[in-house]
Nanobody, 125 residues
Framework: VQLVESGGGSVQAGGSLRLSCAFS????????MGWFRQAPGKEREGVAA????????YYLNSVEGRFTISHDNAKNTLYLQMNSLKPEDTAIYYC????????????????????WGPGTQVTVS
């Protein structure tokens, strides 16, 4: 299984970015997929997750209403649309995928996910 993020970059506050996570070798049905981020000097935190079975989505409080997670089965891609970006959103963003279905109830736990991408830098100034 491989996950590779793209779409990161530098943007001014108030701007938007869309992150993509292309995955291969991964078969899923009802699995939880998510986005995490790690800012300098801080622990990695869950940003958003989606239950690929029923489409339920989950968000960190501070990004709710600004970020949207989605996935495209046909393109084997997970997305994170980020609007109204703030300097505090600056971090390395990682996509992650669970190995077994039905774990989005604990979506903020890193141990929920077996597969991780290498990360993409997002800088908001």
């Amino acid at each position: 299984v491989q996950l590779v993020e793209s779409g990161g970059g530098s943007v001014q506050a108030g701007g938007s970015l869309r992150l993509s996570c292309a995955f291969s070798g991964y078969t899923y049905s009802g699995h939880c997929m998510g986005w995490f981020r790690q800012a300098p000097g801080k622990e990695r935190e869950g940003v958003a997750a989606i239950d690929t079975g029923d489409g339920s989505t989950y968000y960190l409080n501070s990004v709710e209403g600004r970020f949207t997670i989605s996935h495209d089965n046909a393109k084997n891609t997970l997305y994170l649309q980020m609007n109204s970006l703030k300097p505090e959103d600056t971090a390395i963003y990682y996509c992650a995928a669970a190995a077994v279905p039905g774990q989005c109830n604990v979506w903020t736990r890193e141990l929920t996910y077996k597969y991780w991408g290498p990360g993409t830098q997002v800088t908001v100034s």
